[in-house]
Nanobody
Framework: QVQLVESGGGLVQAGGSLRLSCAASERSFNNYAMGWFRQAPGKQREFVAGINSGRTTIYADSVKGRFFPSRDVAKNTAYLQMNNLKPGDTAVYYC???????????????WGQGTQVTVSS
């Protein structure tokens, strides 16, 4: 079973950048679809961005042009580069991996522990 460990969250001012990492315990992860999701207090978990094994990427409209997913197969790690952060981006961010889907969804089987991102105005 793949285990995912996230890192890279923190407090940043509006307009700043952060890079989240999601390290997997197994090399088979490199064949999985990866996704990034976030959950703000009182809200449902929502899709942010995704990258599949072929490195095709998809984005939520709210982050297009600002957030960029990537993956390093040598390190079994996925990343989410977040630029021009806004206070509305404040949430707990989760990575997810799915061996069967084209892109990860909220129903994907493997999840990281979550990392807090707080954007101050």
């Amino acid at each position: 079973q793949v285990q995912l460990v996230e890192s890279g969250g923190g407090l940043v001012q509006a307009g700043g950048s952060l890079r989240l990492s999601c390290a997997a315990s197994e090399r088979s992860f490199n064949n999985y679809a990866m996704g990034w999701f976030r959950q703000a207090p009182g809200k449902q978990r929502e899709f942010v961005a995704g990258i599949n094994s072929g490195r095709t990427t998809i984005y939520a409209d709210s982050v297009k042009g600002r957030f960029f997913p990537s993956r390093d197969v040598a390190k079994n790690t996925a990343y989410l580069q977040m630029n021009n952060l806004k206070p509305g981006d404040t949430a707990v961010y989760y990575c997810a991996a799915d061996p069967a889907a084209v892109f990860a969804t909220v129903s994907s089987p493997y999840w990281g522990q979550g990392t807090q991102v707080t954007v101050s105005s």
